[in-house]
């Protein structure tokens, strides 16, 4: 194993859906049944992320009642808006970022430039957005659409939709506001920007009526793993979530979007790249694999059967099929095209039935599941750390909260013992703990470039 230099450090990112990662999450006998809506318990999730000095706290998000859940009925089917959340839990943290879910095909620039704005602000410096694009028809009939934007007019929407995005963040210089009372100036009208913007697909005149947030920006995040996705990241991600089954697919992605990043003239540095990971921890191997052996105990067979279906856009209907059988064929669709080729990889690849598959993903939904102690645990995480695989994690505790307690207490201080994760908060800001720069305002740097030449 290549060991990483001392310099660098593992980046967390803690995956908290309160109804739990697993589609039998709820079922545990100590998850409480309510946990998707219990705003006490999101609030114990926060406080043992930041006791555990994770970077964020992560919430994925759906516009229609979730995936499969309609079908299998699990905790997925209904729980908090994200940005929601994240303004209720800011101000009871102070560490902890939050990077909220949010969608550039349903929502407007305006709209979601300001309540990210708005988070920013509240919590300190701690925002991010997930950007995504969101897939599926069921999704599309909730605004007015019978199907869904094909893939790539989705994706040409979404570049133009957080250019957009950033540009009503800076529409305020940072030093726009004087609220000098005895002179009545409020603010300098000099350093208040309209964008102007028009595009194929939004016409957005500004400026922003929310101040500009405190990381400039907050940390914009993105998770598309297609041809499409990978182009979108490398020219706006600063955090990418992706998943993989084993080393070498998640080296080849890494290298990947390094290099697009570099292509395009970003620093590959200032793109931070987290597989997703979940691990089941025990104090022994045997310990661990027995909570694993317990959750997937609990899965309904028909909560399985919706959740490959869903995770194939819908477009795989196995009810009547013999549950230890093979995975029968589907076609691709326009949504979700990289999670659909990665089930059919993981069900050939290990020869899956039915039956095997759905406990398999039922976890992580493709992302890389580890059991094993704590020690085995870092041994794989630091592997792919050191070896061009990763440059952090999205931790996705399988059940709540004992999953997540099992890695603050176990894990966390092996990875501590390493060298390999912080023992304390280096910064206040999300960037400053992802060691992310803060964006310089255009507008701000022009001035100066003209005041330069004078």
Do not use: C
């Not at 390999?420 to 060691?435: I, P, S, V, W």
């Amino acid at each position: 194993m290549t060991r990483p230099s001392k310099s660098r450090q593992i980046k967390l990112g803690a995956f908290l859906p309160g109804g739990g990662q697993h589609i039998a999450a709820w079922r545990h006998p100590d998850a409480p049944a309510d946990g998707a809506t219990n705003f006490e318990f999101h609030r114990q999730l926060a406080l043992t992320a930041e006791r555990g000095l994770f970077d964020a706290y992560f919430l994925a998000d759906n516009l229609t009642v979730g995936l499969g859940a309609r079908e299998g009925g699990n905790a997925k089917i209904a729980g908090f808006e994200p940005v929601t959340l994240f303004a209720a839990l800011a101000p009871l943290t102070t560490h902890l970022g939050f990077i909220a879910t949010a969608s550039t095909t349903y929502e407007e620039p305006y709209t979601l430039a300001r309540k990210f704005a708005s988070l920013d602000l509240l919590s300190n410096g701690r925002a991010g957005w997930n950007v995504v694009t969101s897939a599926g028809d069921e999704t599309a009939r909730n605004f007015n659409r019978e199907t869904q934007p094909a893939h790539a007019e989705r994706y040409a929407r979404a570049h133009e939709h957080v250019e957009t995005v950033k540009a009503l963040w800076d529409s305020w210089e940072d030093d726009a506001f004087i609220r000098d009372k005895k002179s009545g100036r409020f603010y300098d009208k000099d350093k208040l920007h309209d964008i102007d913007h028009k595009g194929p697909h939004f016409s957005v005149k500004g400026p922003l009526n929310v101040p500009r947030p405190v990381q400039g920006h907050p940390v914009v995040v993105q998770a598309g793993q297609s041809e499409d996705g990978r182009k979108l990241a490398a020219q706006s991600a600063e955090v990418i979530f992706t998943a993989h089954q084993n080393l070498a697919s998640a080296q080849d992605f890494y290298r990947d979007i390094k290099a697009r990043v570099a292509a395009v003239g970003r620093d590959p540095r200032q793109v931070l790249i987290m597989p997703g990971v979940a691990p089941f921890v025990g104090r022994t191997e045997e310990e661990a694999r027995a909570k694993y052996r317990q959750l997937n105990d609990l899965i309904l067979p028909e909560d399985g059967v919706a959740l490959l279906n869903g995770l194939a856009g819908q477009t795989l209907d196995i009810r009547g099929y013999p549950l230890d059988g093979p995975l029968p064929p589907s076609k691709e669709t326009e949504g979700m095209k990289s999670r659909q080729a990665l089930i059919r990889q993981i069900a050939d690849e290990h020869n899956f039935t039915i039956r095997q598959l759905y406990q398999w993903v039922a976890t992580a939904r493709g992302h890389y599941t580890v059991i094993g102690s704590a020690v085995q645990v870092a041994d794989q995480l630091e592997e792919w750390f050191g070896n061009e695989a990763a440059d952090g994690f999205n931790i996705l505790p399988p059940w709540l909260p004992g999953a997540l307690d099992d890695f603050v207490d176990l894990v966390i201080p092996e990875l501590q013992r390493r060298g390999l994760f912080r023992t304390a908060y280096e910064g206040r800001t999300l960037r400053e703990n992802l060691g992310l720069r803060r964006p310089e305002n255009p507008w701000t740097a022009a001035r100066s470039k003209v005041l330069a030449a004078e």
